[in-house]
């Protein structure tokens, strides 16, 4: 979802075509009420047999159970929400919840519904314009910086429209147990890209609560015990390169920017045990870091000049010392967690200060390869960076903050977006965006791996994003 949406978006390797084949077609009784909604195969639906269901773990009960799960956080990540919060957008980067929870359900509709059943008939004609994030293909989307603008429909409407979308898109899971795999992988398809736009709702929350002089919270967030961080007395995690593999490897859901697989070659190289900490970024500031010219890159030096910044997004200086603004409002800064809501041109600028430099994305993934999945992440309740303390040599690699890397967000070799307008999902972003790498707090754990690419442009500070240091050995 880029440009038009800032969070990194993708398709699965295996390419999906708007138009369905000709046995995939289903029949359904879907009134535009969503009522009464029952379905059956016109022609067996395509099925490419137990290999391929072995392979992949799909089966429409999966695909049924991870559905429910995941559309269900989306309504409690908005529990907390006042009926005015739904439509904030404090700037054109970000989307009010409400957009988001109408957009992802727009895109079961419109991925699913639309090309798979046969003679479908929309919810509302209108919400494939209003709720259309950037697929040209489809038709023209409403203006983006104008989607706080949407009082209609109202919550209760997009609630609505949801419940019955919901039961449409079960009713086709449970109306054959041989859905072919296109429509399982393109419902799949669509609940990563719902995680994305649960990360994307709370991020976008949390600036437009900030610009607010009331400075609101979400809800009172865990609170992290206090804990002391024990420095390794080597800092540093060596790696020896070589020729290595980069990217998915086929096997569970990726997304296409993360394929193909291939080689490259990495010079030996070193990563920091952990990622930046606030105080770390205290003593870049108390060293002159904003107004030493020679540490930036001419790029990120004309945007401090131009918006004056001297400290992190969120952070201000108080009688008492440094505070920052986070979902449970605005609390003390704690020196040794992990400092996050960083620009890429804020982390390159720190990494040159501290005489080091940012990993590239593939010498982070070839580190990452061989570590489990397991970190602060949204069902931790924190919603904030905590403090790095691992018996593992790499602390905090998944979760907590993603971690800016080096490399420009383009496409591997090999790379070709899928046809139709399904394509649109990534490759069309692969320019001037880097890649950050790991997961957030407010990531749901089940969506992150070791191969998975976020990008956003170098400006861009208003996700949970931070840095990890490398160099070369």
Known sequence: MKTQEPFVDGIIAEPLHREPL???????????????????????????????????GLTPATIAAQFQRVRANSIALCEPLELEDYGLQAMASTSPPKWHLAHTTWFFETFVLVPYIHNYQRWHPAFEHLFNS??????????????????????????????????????????????????????????????????????????SFHVNPLQPAYRASRRPAEVTQAEPEDPWVAFEGGVVEVGAEGQGFCFDNETPRH????????LAWRPV???????????????????????????????????????????????????????PLVANQTACHLSYYEADAYARWAWARLPTEAEWEH?????VVA???????????????????????????????????????????????????????????????????????AHIRATYRNFFYPADRWQFSGLRLARSR
């Open 22 to 56: 000709d046995n995939e077609l289903l029949d359904i009784d879907a009134r535009v009420n969503g009522n009464s909604v029952t379905a059956k195969p016109i022609a067996p639906a395509v099925d490419d047999g137990d290999s391929y269901t072995a392979a992949t």
């Open 134 to 207: 950037y697929y040209n293909g489809i038709g023209t989307p409403f203006s983006r910086p104008q989607r706080g603008l949407l009082s209609r429909p109202s919550v209760s409407e997009v609630m609505e429209y949801r419940r019955a979308i919901d039961e449409r898109i079960l009713t086709l899971l449970e109306s054959s147990q041989t859905l072919g795999r296109n429509i399982l992988e393109t419902i799949e398809l669509g609940l990563h890209h719902e995680q994305q736009h649960q990360e994307l709702l709370l991020t976008d929350l949390k600036y």
């Open 263 to 270: 080689r490259q070659y990495l010079e030996p190289f070193c």
């Open 277 to 331: 900490s606030n105080s770390d970024v205290l003593a870049f500031m108390a060293d002159g870091g904003y107004q030493r010219p020679e540490l930036w890159l001419a790029d990120g030096w004309d945007l401090v000049q131009r918006e004056r910044l001297t400290a992190p997004l969120y952070w201000q200086r108080s009688d008492n010392g440094w505070r920052h603004f986070t979902l449970a409002g605005q609390v």
């Open 367 to 371: 580190a990452a390869k061989s570590q």
């Open 375 to 445: 970190g602060n992440f949204i069902d931790t309740g924190q919603c904030h960076p905590d403090v790095a303390v691992s018996s593992s040599p790499l602390a905090q690699l998944f979760g907590d903050v993603w971690e800016w890397t080096s490399s420009s967000y383009s496409p591997y070799p090999g790379y070709a977006p899928a046809a139709g307008a399904i394509g649109e999902y990534n490759g069309k972003f692969m320019c001037n965006q880097m890649v950050l790498r790991g997961g957030s707090c407010v990531s749901d754990r």
